[in-house]
């Protein structure tokens, strides 16, 4: 199987996990993971959302000579970087600090792609001896560096009118919108399962939506109606951008083939900071938070962990699906965002009634199972691979036609 062609299944298996951030960073998933994680999938990383077009994973079952310490080491990475990155985040744009809210999602968004820029262009640069030159046109990374910076934009804005764990447990629709992309954008197709766990993963999202009354922020101001369709909108946003740079990066791999995953994760953070410092800019919002990083040194160091900790993240997403394949990548990243919601319940005070709980456990149900599905279809494309190809008939003497010798490599016949 060519290069190609197992990077695009490394895709399909991811691209519903990788959140915005993942996806920037070179990963046509998800996001969360990714949440990655499809996200994903530049400088933040969820849950990922991305995600997703990442390292062409070595075998798509766990490698003997791989023990259990390397295992341990991904999940307590991946854990790790991204608990810290979601807590950081969900303070940042919730927690009054000394003179006020952080005042800028936008400026949240450009401090991240910063970093991935940077160490997108060093293993680049280390990568390709010296060169930056791209395999296709500056031009072909902008709307994806466009979609996936309005998405990141949203899935920051969100948690100023709904909960994280609501912001969370919505990634998991992004399923929908990526099914629809595919369709609209590289015309694929899909099983009747997928449509289904789509429908139980829109029905849980919803459940736990309407069930779950603290997902309006109680100190956010004028009305709760449009506070609610505020936060909604945000989502919206995050969920359809996010697949739309997904699909658009999938694209863009198969057009250009040799274009590598931090060739993809410098340009188009590359583009991220161009709009997102002109959006700075001309709106007036970069005075003021650098002013307003000036009176709160604390919301700087914020920002710097939220990028540091993003970045963390997308090295141990690059190593694990490069070590144990998507499918363990991606139950490691969906127990995250189960961790992550606890974490944020009981650190920031979120309540879930009990029938939010049904909504959530019908989401990760279904999340599970597709995952299910994915491990058994890794399986037998390994079978596959793995199984000896069988011999062609042998053409009978006769009627003119010139008795089979053997091929060279000693498999199947081959004609005089």
């Not at 879930?352 to 299910?372: D, E, S, Y």
Request: hydrophobic share 45%; with cysteine.
């Amino acid at each position: 199987m060519s290069h190609v062609a197992r990077r695009k299944e490394a895709d399909d298996d991811l691209r519903e996990e990788g959140d915005s951030d993942n996806v920037a960073n070179g990963h046509a998933v998800p996001g969360e993971s990714a949440e990655a994680a499809t996200k994903p999938l530049l400088g933040t990383a969820e849950n990922a959302d991305a995600a997703k077009k990442l390292v062409t994973p070595k075998s798509t079952e766990v490698s003997s000579s791989v023990g259990a310490k390397h295992l341990v080491f991904c999940f307590v990475g991946l854990q790790a970087s991204y608990l810290t990155w979601g807590y950081v985040q969900e303070k940042v744009m919730t927690r009054v600090y000394t003179t006020g809210k952080f005042p800028s999602a936008t400026f949240c968004v450009f401090s991240n792609r910063v970093l991935a820029v940077l160490i997108a262009m060093a293993i680049t640069l280390v990568q390709h001896k010296g060169r930056l030159a791209l395999p296709a046109p500056w031009y072909a990374f902008a709307p994806c560096a466009l979609s996936n910076s309005l998405s990141s934009f949203g899935q920051y804005q969100a948690l100023r009118y709904v909960s994280f764990p609501l912001q969370t447990i919505s990634k998991s629709t992004k399923v929908i919108p990526v099914m629809l992309m595919g369709k609209l954008l590289n015309k694929k197709t899909y099983p009747t399962v997928d449509y289904v766990e789509a429908l139980v993963i829109s029905i849980g999202v919803s459940l736990f939506s309407l069930a779950n009354s603290g997902s309006v922020m109680a100190d956010s101001s004028g009305p709760g109606g449009a506070i609610v369709i505020l936060g909604v909108s945000m989502l919206g946003l995050y969920v359809i951008s996010d697949s739309f740079t997904s699909q658009w990066q999938s694209k863009l791999y198969q057009a250009h083939p040799t274009v590598d995953q931090f060739q993809m994760m410098f340009a188009v953070n590359t583009w991220a900071i161009i709009m997102t410092l002109f959006a700075l800019v001309t709106s007036g919002e970069l005075v003021a938070t650098i002013k307003f990083l000036r009176l709160n040194p604390v919301a700087g160091i914020d920002n710097v962990t939220i990028a540091i900790t993003s970045a963390t993240g997308q090295l141990f997403i690059f190593y694990t699906i490069k070590t144990f394949g998507p499918v363990v990548f991606t139950i490691i990243m969906t127990t995250r965002q189960v961790f992550s919601i606890v974490l944020s319940c009981i650190i920031f005070g979120h309540s879930i009634p009990i029938p939010a709980m049904a909504g959530a456990l019908a989401v990760f149900g279904a999340i599970f199972h597709r995952i299910k599905r994915q491990a058994k279809s890794a399986k037998n494309r390994s079978q596959q691979k793995s199984a000896p190809a069988a011999p062609a008939p042998a053409e009978k003497p006769g009627d003119g036609a010139p008795a089979p010798t053997p091929a060279p490599n000693g498999v199947g016949p081959s004609k005089a």
